[in-house]
């Protein structure tokens, strides 16, 4: 996109044709004075009505020029590309006209290099005949040598268009949860003929921090200093009776940095309580520090000023059950059952993750406290000193952000050097969204198979088929459930098999019946909706005597206890006829999915802190960090190929309405899939067990949709 020819002129007649066509009117009117040279003139890119890119704004009103490049994913079905030009003003953002090119013009793959008149929303030409001049070329993903064939070669050099290059000869370590019982062995026979040894997340922390020397750097959603991080009775080590906040502050008394960015929950004040309403104890873990020398810092998520929050995950307490009001271990719990997905990096991409905590805390605190970089040369092993180089376990790895120029600093400000390392422009700022981008990457590479496990699962609202609501007006508009489901599509129409295997709590954490939880359920029900009905299309136009489900699963994870002699007798019994004496007397209740990883073709996975939803996927909503990695000599072309599916390996395919102990924890997910796509809960069972909370969720007629996407 390169610039425009706009001659404005205040020729207005006012015609009441609706409400928001009336006010643009006035807006043009009051604004067609001198004031009109002042304002900031963008334009925005659409795939019909999916918004997809962004120009900077530049104050030349009547011949603005941008020089912009973006690359763009691309999985809608669409007539046009249009181009939106809007002047930024006071009163809001004005209209001045679009510019749309048919997509008949680009589809088979030309260079398309021209002027396009803008037109008013009725249409016609705007006064003075104004122009906009575009570049665009569209490229099939079908045409792409690496479409479909998985890495195929060591050689593979990552993501591309990233702010972070792949790293080769790293170390990762992977943990299934934050912490195993000393007697936990999954039986998994690895390629090395050796059989998986499960890892120990917090015993590793634990090291680490004790071992650290220099610094220690730690972001988090919620830090809080009263977790021990050794568990085990069988496994004691000198120093593990002290808590978190002990250990760290005695390691900053020990001459460590220890620098701390912890979100700042902004309802932890009087009037809501002091935990905040997320529980994160971020005001108690400030001043828990203060006067010590730690140096802690409250991370602000404040769209009026650009800065964005950290992501990530501790358990707040022992005991945490925020399904059920007033629960607690006085009313014999349950706690809830956890399951997470971390990994351990190691080698050069350590480096990457050293930069991105940098460019954190320049921005929300300055240049206070870090270490220059000279003295971390003097300290640490330079990435080219690389310890992993010979190891044949060793990795390529690639780090993965979204994150906008609101919460670091250092993003290029020419347009063009953003776009060479991946970023796109804002109304107002830098944003990078290279998760998103490695998980299409990934999705667009597939062969076989993916398994993906996440909290949350919604989005591609440009293709849901809603009846009862405007889609459009939802804005969950990353690419990932559409990608999936066009994957499947593709498989299908190719005559192979391919399977996508999907893992996500029962519901999202937080009452099954409230309204922000039926809201988030009943945009999963759409999104799944949108992908069941594209891959039933598909298997109808190929003529195949197939179910859907056939190629796409999601499952849940759920426990279910006989009672034992010598248990724990609680003092209180929840109040009556509610969930919570309901899942008491059932004994039942779902494991709590939180991990956020893929793995494609059991050669690739991601993991990291973002799910899938909007506000992880956006880039300038919630600040997410992940990594993506393969190991060079286990490829799924090799004849010992690994594989990382281990976290699933051992699981049975049960039912919560078995009788006595569940033999496994893998659950179908409650719902019932028609050869054409609809989805309808199982016969029976509206909502899930032991709660009056519907499967399918409920549509909110209150809540904004940039709150639950």
Same mark, same amino acid.
């Given at each position: 996109?390169?610039?425009?020819?706009?001659?404005?002129?205040?020729?207005?007649?006012?015609?009441?044709?609706?409400?928001?066509?009336?006010?643009?009117?006035?807006?043009?009117?009051?604004?067609?004075?001198?004031?009109?040279?002042?304002?900031?003139?963008?334009?925005?890119?659409?795939?019909?009505?999916?918004?997809?890119?962004?120009?900077?704004?530049?104050?030349?009103?009547?011949?603005?020029?941008?020089?912009? +490049?973006?690359?763009?994913?691309?999985?809608?079905?669409?007539?046009?590309?249009?181009?939106?030009?809007?002047?930024?003003?006071?009163?809001?953002?004005?209209?001045?006209?679009?510019?749309?090119?048919?997509? +008949?013009?680009?589809?088979?793959?030309?260079?398309?290099?021209?002027?396009?008149?803008?037109?008013?929303?009725?249409?016609?030409?705007?006064?003075?005949?104004?122009?906009?001049?575009?570049?665009?070329?569209?490229?099939?993903? !079908?045409?792409?040598?690496?479409?479909?064939?998985?890495?195929?070669?060591?050689?593979?050099?990552? #993501?591309?268009?990233?702010? /972070?290059?792949?790293?080769?000869?790293?170390?990762?370590?992977?943990?299934?949860?934050?912490?195993?019982?000393?007697?936990?062995?999954?039986?998994?026979?690895?390629?090395?003929?050796?059989?998986?040894?499960?890892?120990?997340?917090?015993? @590793?922390?634990?090291?680490?921090?004790?071992?650290?020397?220099?610094?220690?750097?730690?972001?988090?959603?919620?830090?809080?200093?009263?977790?021990? %991080?050794?568990?085990?009775?069988?496994?004691?080590?000198?120093?593990? =009776?002290?808590?978190?906040?002990?250990?760290?502050?005695?390691?900053?008394?020990?001459?460590?940095?220890?620098?701390?960015?912890?979100?700042?929950?902004?309802?932890?004040?009087?009037?809501?309580?002091?935990?905040?309403?997320?529980?994160?104890?971020?005001?108690?873990?400030?001043?828990?520090?203060?006067?010590?020398?730690?140096?802690?810092?409250?991370?602000?998520?404040?769209? &009026?000023?650009?800065?964005? /929050?950290?992501?990530?995950?501790?358990?707040?307490?022992?005991?945490?059950?925020?399904?059920?009001?007033?629960?607690?271990?006085?009313?014999?719990?349950?706690?809830?059952?956890?399951?997470?997905?971390?990994?351990?990096?190691?080698?050069? #991409?350590?480096?990457?993750?050293?930069?991105?905590?940098?460019?954190?805390?320049?921005?929300?605190?300055?240049?206070?406290?870090?270490?220059?970089?000279?003295?971390? +040369?003097? !300290?640490?092993?330079?990435?080219?000193?690389?310890?992993?180089?010979? &190891?044949?376990?060793?990795?390529?790895?690639?780090?993965?952000?979204?994150? @906008?120029?609101?919460?670091?600093?250092? /993003?290029?400000?020419?347009?063009?050097?953003?776009?060479?390392?991946?970023?796109?422009?804002?109304?107002?700022?830098?944003?990078?969204?290279?998760?998103?981008?490695?998980?299409?990457?990934?999705?667009?590479?597939?062969?076989?198979?993916?398994?993906?496990?996440?909290?949350?699962?919604?989005?591609?609202?440009?293709?849901?088929?809603?009846?009862?609501?405007?889609?459009?007006?939802?804005?969950?508009?990353?690419?990932?459930?559409?990608?999936?489901?066009?994957?499947?599509?593709?498989?299908?129409?190719?005559?192979?098999?391919?399977?996508?295997?999907? $893992? %996500?709590?029962?519901?999202?954490?937080? !009452?099954?019946?409230?309204?922000?939880?039926?809201?988030?359920?009943?945009?999963?029900?759409?999104?799944?909706?949108?992908?069941?009905?594209?891959?039933?299309?598909?298997?109808?136009?190929?003529? %195949?005597?197939?179910?859907?489900?056939?190629?796409?699963?999601?499952?849940?994870?759920?426990?279910?206890?006989?009672?034992?002699?010598?248990?724990?007798?609680?003092?209180?019994?929840?109040?009556?006829?509610?969930?919570?004496?309901?899942?008491?007397?059932?004994?039942?209740?779902?494991?709590?999915?939180?991990?956020?990883?893929?793995? $494609?073709?059991?050669?690739?996975?991601?993991?990291?802190?973002?799910?899938?939803?909007?506000?992880?996927?956006?880039?300038?909503?919630?600040?997410?960090?992940?990594?993506?990695?393969?190991?060079?000599?286990?490829?799924?072309?090799?004849?010992?190929?690994?594989?990382?599916?281990?976290?699933?390996?051992?699981?049975?395919?049960?039912? %919560?309405?078995? $009788?006595? &102990?569940?033999?496994?924890?893998?659950?179908?997910?409650?719902?019932?899939?028609?050869?054409?796509?609809?989805?309808?809960?199982?016969?029976?069972?509206?909502?899930?067990?032991?709660?009056?909370?519907?499967?399918?969720?409920?549509?909110? =007629?209150?809540?904004?949709?940039?709150?639950?996407?």
């Amino acid at each position: 996109m390169n610039g425009l020819e706009l001659n404005s002129g205040c020729g207005i007649g006012l015609l009441w044709k609706s409400p928001k066509k009336f006010v643009d009117q006035i807006k043009r009117l009051v604004l067609c004075g001198p004031e009109i040279s002042g304002s900031k003139i963008y334009a925005t890119v659409d795939l019909d009505k999916a918004r997809v890119a962004r120009t900077r704004m530049v104050n030349n009103p009547h011949n603005p020029i941008w020089k912009e +490049e973006f690359h763009i994913y691309s999985a809608h079905n669409i007539s046009y590309i249009i181009f939106t030009v809007k002047a930024d003003d006071p009163i809001g953002a004005t209209l001045i006209g679009r510019a749309y090119i048919p997509v +008949e013009d680009i589809i088979k793959g030309y260079v398309v290099d021209r002027w396009v008149e803008i037109l008013d929303e009725e249409h016609n030409p705007i006064h003075g005949n104004s122009r906009i001049h575009v570049k665009l070329q569209f490229s099939s993903v !079908i045409e792409d040598a690496h479409w479909s064939q998985g890495l195929r070669s060591p050689n593979y050099e990552g #993501v591309p268009w990233t702010f /972070f290059n792949q790293r080769q000869c790293c170390k990762v370590t992977l943990y299934q949860d934050s912490h195993v019982e000393d007697d936990f062995n999954p039986g998994i026979l690895m390629a090395n003929d050796k059989f998986h040894e499960p890892q120990r997340c917090w015993e @590793d922390k634990f090291d680490a921090i004790t071992s650290a020397k220099h610094l220690i750097y730690i972001t988090g959603w919620s830090v809080y200093t009263e977790i021990n %991080l050794v568990r085990d009775p069988q496994r004691r080590k000198p120093g593990d =009776e002290l808590t978190l906040g002990q250990l760290l502050k005695k390691k900053a008394d020990e001459g460590v940095l220890v620098l701390l960015l912890v979100w700042d929950d902004r309802t932890s004040i009087p009037e809501y309580k002091k935990d905040g309403l997320m529980t994160t104890h971020d005001q108690e873990t400030e001043e828990y520090f203060r006067n010590t020398k730690v140096r802690c810092f409250l991370c602000p998520r404040n769209p &009026d000023i650009g800065r964005s /929050f950290i992501q990530g995950t501790t358990h707040q307490k022992d005991f945490h059950q925020p399904n059920f009001p007033g629960a607690s271990i006085r009313k014999g719990g349950p706690r809830v059952p956890w399951h997470d997905i971390h990994c351990k990096l190691q080698g050069p #991409v350590a480096w990457d993750v050293l930069y991105n905590f940098e460019q954190r805390w320049k921005k929300q605190v300055g240049d206070k406290f870090l270490f220059s970089l000279s003295k971390l +040369e003097g !300290i640490t092993v330079h990435p080219l000193q690389n310890m992993y180089s010979n &190891d044949s376990e060793a990795w390529n790895v690639q780090l993965f952000r979204s994150i @906008d120029n609101g919460a670091a600093l250092g /993003f290029p400000e020419k347009p063009l050097e953003a776009t060479q390392r991946g970023l796109v422009s804002g109304k107002n700022n830098i944003i990078d969204r290279s998760i998103q981008d490695a998980y299409i990457h990934a999705i667009r590479r597939a062969k076989n198979f993916i398994y993906i496990e996440n909290q949350y699962f919604l989005g591609s609202s440009f293709g849901w088929r809603s009846k009862d609501i405007n889609d459009a007006d939802i804005n969950a508009l990353h690419l990932i459930p559409k990608e999936l489901s066009l994957k499947i599509v593709s498989k299908i129409e190719a005559g192979e098999r391919f399977a996508v295997y999907i $893992v %996500l709590p029962m519901w999202p954490e937080g !009452i099954p019946e409230s309204r922000s939880v039926q809201a988030i359920l009943d945009w999963q029900k759409r999104t799944l909706e949108m992908m069941y009905t594209d891959i039933s299309e598909a298997i109808q136009r190929k003529g %195949l005597n197939a179910n859907p489900r056939d190629y796409l699963t999601f499952f849940c994870l759920g426990n279910k206890e006989s009672l034992n002699g010598g248990e724990y007798v609680p003092p209180e019994t929840p109040e009556p006829d509610t969930d919570y004496i309901r899942a008491q007397n059932a004994r039942r209740f779902m494991i709590y999915v939180h991990s956020k990883m893929m793995i $494609v073709d059991d050669e690739y996975i991601i993991i990291g802190s973002a799910n899938i939803n909007q506000r992880s996927m956006d880039g300038s909503r919630d600040s997410e960090i992940a990594m993506g990695a393969f190991q060079t000599n286990h490829l799924a072309n090799s004849t010992d190929s690994e594989g990382e599916r281990y976290m699933l390996s051992g699981c049975h395919y049960v039912t %919560l309405f078995m $009788v006595g &102990d569940l033999p496994g924890h893998l659950l179908r997910y409650p719902v019932e899939v028609s050869k054409t796509g609809v989805l309808t809960t199982l016969p029976g069972f509206e909502h899930f067990p032991d709660t009056k909370a519907k499967v399918l969720g409920t549509k909110s =007629e209150y809540l904004f949709p940039i709150l639950t996407t």
